[in-house]
């Protein structure tokens, strides 16, 4: 039985990062075989999201927080504690399309 193919195992918690460590920057760590970027939202609650950004694969834990939410650093955009894109600097945020979301399964 290989351990990261197992879906129960998603259902617990894990200990992965001192909370004060996340008030310094996002940080990356694999639980199962999923690499997820983690950080601390606009309340200061932890965040976490695919580590791997939907538009060009960028790692998004080496990214920053800007107003509780995670930008990539490679173009900027940036995502909510949902996986959801709330800015892409070249457009509007209300054309942003649907389909620009991170996966979101931790
Ligand atoms: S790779 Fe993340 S914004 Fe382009």
Same mark, same amino acid.
């Given at each position: 039985?290989?351990?990261?193919?197992?879906?129960?195992?998603?259902?617990?918690?894990?200990?992965?990062? &001192?909370?004060? !460590?996340?008030?310094?920057?996002?940080?990356?760590?694999?639980?199962? @075989?999923?690499? +997820?970027?983690?950080? /601390?939202?606009?309340?200061?609650?932890?965040? &976490?999201?695919? !580590?791997?950004?939907?538009?060009?694969?960028?790692?998004?834990?080496? @990214?920053?927080? +800007?107003?509780?939410? /995670?930008?990539?650093?490679?173009?900027?955009?940036?995502?909510?504690?949902?996986?959801?894109?709330?800015?892409?600097?070249?457009?509007?945020?209300?054309? +942003?399309?649907?389909?620009?979301?991170?996966?979101?399964?931790?």
């Amino acid at each position: 039985m290989l351990v990261t193919k197992q879906p129960v195992l998603k259902r617990f918690w894990y200990p992965v990062v &001192a909370l004060e !460590d996340l008030k310094i920057a996002p940080r990356s760590f694999t639980l199962l @075989g999923q690499k +997820i970027a983690l950080w /601390l939202d606009a309340t200061g609650k932890p965040a &976490a999201v695919a !580590d791997r950004c939907c538009h060009r694969s960028a790692q998004l834990s080496k @990214g920053k927080v +800007i107003e509780g939410n /995670l930008s990539c650093p490679y173009h900027g955009w940036t995502f909510n504690a949902s996986g959801t894109c709330v800015k892409v600097p070249q457009i509007a945020a209300e054309i +942003i399309p649907k389909t620009t979301e991170i996966a979101n399964e931790v």
